[in-house]
């Protein structure tokens, strides 16, 4: 069973930066493509990122477009997020997702996820 875990969040001020990072312990993580998602107090469970194995493809919620990155190391089994000029409203619980090899935007179609990373932005 594919494991991930998720590091790299903590507290910042708006403007500043923050690179989330996510761990795969098992060898499937290159078949896959890999998700970011977010949940903020009392909000449903929303996309931010997606990339395909090889990635050929990749897409962005509009909220973070231009502002984050997502990259993947499959040789090290890692899969990033690189997040830039950070908002308020960017504070969430961010998880780390593992589906199938379709660039998707639906959380329901990825299989396996991360324990999540808190990420708070203050004003």
């Known amino acids: 069973q594919v494991q991930l875990v998720e590091s790299g969040g903590g507290l910042v001020q708006a403007g500043g930066s923050l690179r989330l990072s996510c761990a795969a312990s098992?060898?499937?993580?290159?078949?896959?493509?890999m998700g970011w998602f977010r949940q903020a107090p009392g909000k449903e469970r929303e996309f931010v990122a997606a990339?395909?194995?090889?990635?050929?493809?990749?897409r962005y919620a509009d909220s973070v477009k231009d502002r984050f990155t997502i990259s993947r190391d499959n040789a090290k089994k890692m899969v990033y997020l690189q997040m830039n000029s950070l908002k308020p409203e960017d504070t969430a619980v961010y998880y780390c997702a593992a589906g199938p090899a379709i660039l998707s935007t639906n959380a329901a179609l990825y299989e396996y996820w991360g324990q999540g990373t808190q990420v708070t932005v203050s004003s």
């Open positions: 990339i395909t194995r090889r990635g050929f493809s990749i």
């Open positions: 098992e060898r499937t993580f290159s078949s896959n493509t």
